[in-house]
């Protein structure tokens, strides 16, 4: 009897031995096609594509936070980000010696007190209530950011524009660099991210999510969990509103934070797979590179034989369809898929 | 297991990036079109190595612009398409294009400047022209460091015109204070003079977006030199509701209002005015308020309606007839209603077409008979000198002001002319207005030298750069 169970943990030691050199190894061949890519693809896609993913992956972690991890139903996302992104520009218009790394920080804390302060009403509200207050936020800073002209040192048009992209006296100004800053700005932020959802404040927001009143009754600090959640994935929108003003586009109006951003930010979460750090970057890549990858080959293939106009509206139709077949398919979203392709790739990994 | 969750994200990420990654490479996806050989498939595209030059066109044909978009873009192609036909080219240079759907989207823009910029086929790319203030922001740091010219016909930041700070930003024709400044002359004019514009009341509608939010500093300070009274009132995007701000109207009573809209917003505003008893002829559109498609929708309430214009509308001139004959009438033309040629976005895109395929003709004087790069095409541009004699060559007498650019004036024209809507067609019913241009000189250096000064730059000498 002893020796079966010693003989059976002995090989299930090995596997897990095995399945932690696996993923060991995939991570590893992450990192350095992470680190070669700037190498391999165009600037285009370096500067068009990649850096627009992993803000949009960043501002996504956000969400996921307040909604897949701590279950708060948000649609203000692109309002933190624009908050992130403004006093980020602000701090670097006043003091302008500060390093860009300390004024994305500081716009990413600017958002976390904004988002802590929109995640009150979560305090006594929940469900599509609290999606209507969370609305208000969308508009009320959209609104804020136009009227009053401070907030753009008072340009003309409200555009803001990016300060110099330098950080310790190394010039991210290029494609690459961009993709570089971002990187550098996202990955701590995930890995991050990752550990805190694993630590006892995660275990916190899921108690919260899956029951609140349980979670009350065994002594989990639910108004707190609740705000600390808005205040972190806000902090997460700010700092990813600040790499899509001066990373990507350079320059940035209120009205690109608008709702259809928030939506665009919550689909990627839902899609992705709510409660997952990783749900966010395949969410990403597949709500900002398969549309333009639909583009251009239906553009290769049609373009010249087919309306331009008629074109794009076939290409939404196909992109809405995916979608809705995806959620259908899989409703648990893309991490769950992604999961479920490695769980089988390990059994055939480890097949003696 | 986060580990390999990443991993996996990461694998499929890069398997999306190489599906898409063959067309950045010059081997053209892109929703190609060639006047050489129309309406063909991509593999019949001719091997244009050394011989084409190369528009990207980041144009936008759905959404809720398109009306612009597709009257704009349509002018433009068909006029390339002209120069290809009945002239075989700029001097033997064939042009070439490509179009890039942006929505009139910021991010989108970007995206399609980045594809686009790099040319097609080994054919160099001459210059942007992405219709929007929105994108053109976006790419004011691109272009100047990739070194194509951005070309912003009648809309813009306005202290772009100051070549000085900008060199490769141009706002064609009209910057919007020269167009604010007109507009405000032309009321002037109907009121009996400038110095009866004390008192008046004018209420500004403008569209919530960087384009509309242009030209709030110049009204103000014009309210302050002229002694008007001006109300400025911001209409979110896209302007399908606007009820609010007519009952705003209302209260206040204006003599005058300036509508500063596009797209959407401006049939609902006429309708608006209409429903509250506002005369429409007391309604004054600015250029992108100025169209058929603008006046049409709302019906009734649009007659009598009166908007800017740099170029009439109709089919009444040599180069619109040209390309009737050489380009609509075989078939070719860009347009699906062609109940829409010689409209007013259309002209302006022939006008736009004008401008660009000059500016090549002009550098080709400096550099050679060949396909030039955007450094080179932005020369042409700071040398075109379109006077009457050039403009009656070209067949746009009448279509468009003379215009002469130069390394310090990135605008070259700053005139206009009013129509007005008979409920059928646009009637031009003034002669040419100017803009009070040496008022908004000192403005625009005072604001683009701040701009030189936040980003570090150096503005350039222009007398040196001429003396070369």
Same mark, same amino acid.
């Given at each position: 009897?002893?020796?079966?169970?010693?003989?059976?943990?002995?090989?299930?030691?090995?596997?897990?031995?095995?399945?932690?050199?696996?993923?060991?190894?995939?991570?590893?061949?992450?990192?350095?096609?992470?680190?070669?890519?700037?190498?391999?693809?165009?600037?285009?896609?370096?500067?068009?594509?990649?850096?627009?993913?992993?803000?949009?992956?960043?501002?996504?972690?956000?969400?996921?936070?307040?909604?897949?991890?701590?279950?708060?139903?948000?649609?203000?996302?692109?309002?933190?980000?624009?908050?992130?992104?403004?006093?980020?520009?602000?701090?670097?218009?006043?003091?302008?010696?500060?390093?860009?790394?300390?004024?994305?920080?500081?716009?990413?804390?600017?958002?976390?007190?904004?988002?802590?302060?929109?995640?009150?009403?979560?305090?006594?509200?929940?469900?599509?209530?609290?999606?209507?207050?969370?609305?208000?936020?969308?508009?009320?800073?959209?609104?804020?950011?136009?009227?009053?002209?401070?907030?753009?040192?008072?340009?003309?048009?409200?555009?803001?524009?990016?300060?110099?992209?330098?950080?310790?006296?190394?010039?991210?100004?290029?494609?690459?660099?961009?993709?570089?800053?971002?990187?550098?700005?996202?990955?701590?932020?995930?890995?991050?991210?990752?550990?805190?959802?694993?630590?006892?404040?995660?275990?916190?927001?899921?108690?919260?999510?899956?029951?609140?009143?349980?979670?009350?009754?065994?002594?989990?600090?639910?108004?707190?969990?609740?705000?600390?959640?808005?205040?972190?994935?806000?902090?997460?929108?700010?700092?990813?509103?600040?790499?899509?003003?001066?990373?990507?586009?350079?320059?940035?109006?209120?009205?690109?934070?608008?709702?259809?951003?928030?939506?665009?930010?919550?689909?990627?979460?839902?899609?992705?797979?709510?409660?997952?750090?990783?749900?966010?970057?395949?969410?990403?890549?597949?709500?900002?590179?398969?549309?333009?990858?639909?583009?251009?080959?239906?553009?290769?293939?049609?373009?010249?034989?087919?309306?331009?106009?008629?074109?794009?509206?076939?290409?939404?139709?196909?992109?809405?369809?995916?979608?809705?077949?995806?959620?259908?398919?899989?409703?648990?979203?893309?991490?769950?898929?992604?999961?479920?392709?490695?769980?089988?790739?390990?059994?055939?990994?480890?097949?003696? | 297991?986060?580990?390999?969750?990443?991993?996996?994200?990461?694998?499929?990420?890069?398997?999306?990036?190489?599906?898409?990654?063959?067309?950045?490479?010059?081997?053209?996806?892109?929703?190609?079109?060639?006047?050489?050989?129309?309406?063909?498939?991509?593999?019949?595209?001719?091997?244009?190595?050394?011989?084409?030059?190369?528009?990207?066109?980041?144009?936008?044909?759905?959404?809720?612009?398109?009306?612009?978009?597709?009257?704009?873009?349509?002018?433009?192609?068909?006029?390339?398409?002209?120069?290809?036909?009945?002239?075989?080219?700029?001097?033997?240079?064939?042009?070439?294009?490509?179009?890039?759907?942006?929505?009139?989207?910021?991010?989108?823009?970007?995206?399609?400047?980045?594809?686009?910029?790099?040319?097609?086929?080994?054919?160099?790319?001459?210059?942007?022209?992405?219709?929007?203030?929105?994108?053109?922001?976006?790419?004011?740091?691109?272009?100047?460091?990739?070194?194509?010219?951005?070309?912003?016909?009648?809309?813009?930041?306005?202290?772009?015109?100051?070549?000085?700070? /900008?060199?490769?930003?141009?706002?064609? *024709?009209?910057? $919007?204070? =020269? @167009?604010?400044?007109?507009?405000?002359?032309? +009321?002037? !004019?109907?009121?009996?003079?400038?110095?009866?514009?004390?008192?008046?009341?004018?209420?500004?509608?403008?569209?919530?977006?960087?384009?509309?939010?242009?030209?709030?500093?110049?009204?103000?300070?014009?309210?302050?030199?002229?002694? /008007?009274?001006?109300?400025?009132?911001? *209409?979110?995007? $896209?302007? =399908? @509701?606007?009820?609010?701000?007519?009952?705003? +109207?209302? !209260?206040?009573?204006?003599?005058?209002?300036?509508?500063?809209?596009?797209?959407?917003?401006?049939?609902?505003?006429?309708?608006?005015?209409?429903?509250?008893?506002?005369?429409?002829?007391?309604?004054?559109?600015?250029?992108?308020?100025?169209?058929?498609?603008?006046?049409?929708?709302?019906?009734?309430?649009?007659?009598?309606?009166?908007?800017?214009?740099?170029?009439?509308?109709?089919?009444?001139?040599?180069?619109?007839?040209?390309?009737?004959?050489?380009?609509?009438?075989?078939?070719?033309?860009?347009?699906?209603?062609?109940?829409?040629?010689?409209?007013?976005?259309?002209?302006?895109?022939?006008?736009?077409?004008?401008?660009?395929?000059?500016?090549?003709?002009?550098?080709?004087?400096?550099?050679?008979?060949?396909?030039?790069?955007?450094?080179?095409?932005?020369?042409?541009?700071?040398?075109?000198?379109?006077?009457?004699?050039?403009?009656?060559?070209?067949?746009?007498?009448?279509?468009?002001?003379?215009?002469?650019?130069?390394?310090?004036?990135?605008?070259?024209?700053?005139?206009?002319?009013?129509?007005?809507?008979?409920?059928?067609?646009?009637?031009?019913?003034?002669?040419?207005?100017?803009?009070?241009?040496?008022?908004?000189?000192?403005?625009?250096?005072?604001?683009?030298?701040?701009?030189?000064?936040?980003?570090?730059?150096?503005?350039?000498?222009?007398?040196?750069?001429?003396?070369?």
């Amino acid at each position: 009897m002893s020796t079966d169970v010693s003989a059976w943990s002995q090989s299930e030691d090995v596997k897990m031995t095995r399945k932690t050199a696996l993923s060991i190894a995939a991570t590893v061949l992450v990192a350095a096609l992470a680190l070669a890519l700037p190498r391999l693809v165009t600037d285009y896609v370096l500067s068009a594509i990649l850096v627009p993913f992993l803000a949009l992956a960043l501002a996504a972690i956000g969400q996921n936070l307040v909604t897949g991890y701590a279950g708060q139903l948000s649609v203000g996302s692109a309002a933190f980000m624009s908050v992130g992104a403004f006093a980020a520009y602000d701090l670097h218009l006043h003091v302008p010696s500060i390093p860009l790394l300390v004024s994305f920080a500081f716009g990413g804390f600017i958002a976390a007190v904004t988002g802590a302060l929109f995640g009150l009403p979560s305090l006594r509200i929940r469900g599509f209530y609290l999606v209507a207050s969370t609305l208000a936020a969308q508009f009320f800073i959209e609104w804020l950011f136009t009227k009053v002209g401070w907030f753009s040192g008072n340009s003309a048009s409200g555009v803001i524009m990016a300060p110099p992209l330098v950080v310790a006296g190394l010039d991210f100004s290029s494609p690459g660099g961009h993709y570089w800053l971002s990187l550098l700005v996202v990955v701590p932020l995930a890995i991050l991210g990752r550990n805190l959802v694993q630590g006892r404040v995660g275990r916190a927001w899921m108690a919260v999510r899956d029951m609140e009143i349980a979670a009350a009754i065994v002594g989990v600090p639910t108004r707190r969990a609740k705000l600390l959640a808005f205040a972190i994935g806000s902090f997460y929108c700010g700092v990813a509103g600040a790499l899509w003003a001066f990373a990507y586009l350079g320059t940035v109006e209120p009205h690109g934070f608008d709702l259809d951003r928030s939506f665009q930010i919550l689909f990627i979460a839902i899609l992705g797979g709510l409660g997952s750090v990783v749900g966010p970057f395949l969410g990403a890549a597949f709500v900002v590179l398969f549309p333009i990858a639909l583009d251009n080959v239906a553009g290769g293939a049609l373009g010249s034989v087919v309306d331009p106009g008629l074109l794009e509206n076939v290409e939404k139709i196909i992109f809405g369809s995916l979608v809705i077949l995806f959620l259908v398919k899989q409703p648990a979203g893309l991490a769950r898929l992604a999961a479920i392709a490695w769980t089988r790739l390990c059994r055939v990994a480890l097949r003696e | 297991m986060h580990h390999s969750r990443i991993a996996l994200l990461s694998l499929a990420s890069i398997a999306l990036l190489t599906a898409c990654r063959p067309q950045n490479e010059g081997t053209s996806t892109d929703k190609v079109s060639s006047a050489t050989v129309p309406g063909s498939g991509p593999a019949a595209t001719p091997k244009s190595e050394g011989k084409t030059q190369y528009f990207p066109l980041q144009s936008y044909r759905v959404g809720p612009y398109a009306a612009g978009g597709t009257g704009f873009f349509g002018g433009f192609i068909d006029y390339m398409q002209l120069v290809n036909t009945r002239d075989s080219g700029v001097n033997g240079v064939k042009l070439t294009w490509s179009e890039c759907e942006t929505e009139y989207v910021v991010e989108r823009g970007v995206e399609c400047y980045e594809r686009l910029k790099g040319g097609l086929d080994g054919a160099p790319a001459a210059a942007m022209n992405p219709l929007s203030v929105g994108i053109a922001y976006a790419l004011i740091d691109r272009a100047t460091t990739d070194k194509i010219p951005l070309i912003t016909i009648n809309h813009g930041r306005t202290d772009s015109t100051d070549g000085r700070v /900008f060199p490769y930003i141009f706002p064609l *024709v009209l910057n $919007p204070y =020269s @167009e604010a400044s007109a507009i405000v002359n032309y +009321i002037g !004019q109907r009121e009996g003079g400038t110095d009866h514009l004390h008192g008046k009341k004018i209420v500004v509608l403008y569209h919530g977006s960087p384009y509309g939010k242009e030209t709030i500093p110049i009204i103000d300070l014009l309210a302050k030199n002229l002694g /008007f009274v001006a109300t400025q009132i911001e *209409v979110p995007h $896209p302007g =399908s @509701e606007q009820q609010s701000q007519w009952l705003q +109207i209302r !209260q206040i009573k204006p003599d005058w209002v300036i509508l500063r809209g596009w797209g959407i917003m401006n049939p609902v505003a006429l309708k608006s005015a209409a429903k509250i008893g506002f005369p429409a002829d007391h309604v004054i559109g600015n250029v992108w308020s100025n169209s058929e498609e603008d006046v049409t929708p709302a019906g009734a309430a649009g007659t009598g309606y009166v908007s800017v214009t740099t170029h009439p509308s109709g089919r009444d001139f040599d180069v619109i007839k040209d390309i009737e004959k050489f380009v609509v009438a075989p078939g070719k033309g860009n347009l699906q209603d062609p109940k829409r040629f010689g409209s007013v976005y259309y002209n302006l895109g022939v006008v736009n077409g004008i401008l660009n395929v000059e500016a090549v003709r002009v550098a080709q004087r400096k550099y050679g008979k060949r396909p030039l790069t955007g450094e080179e095409v932005r020369w042409g541009f700071e040398h075109i000198d379109v006077d009457d004699a050039r403009l009656k060559e070209l067949g746009a007498l009448g279509l468009m002001q003379p215009i002469k650019l130069s390394c310090t004036d990135h605008e070259g024209g700053g005139a206009v002319r009013f129509q007005q809507w008979d409920g059928k067609q646009w009637k031009v019913v003034s002669d040419w207005v100017r803009s009070d241009r040496a008022l908004l000189r000192p403005i625009i250096e005072e604001s683009s030298l701040k701009y030189a000064k936040e980003k570090g730059l150096t503005p350039r000498d222009c007398e040196a750069e001429a003396r070369l």
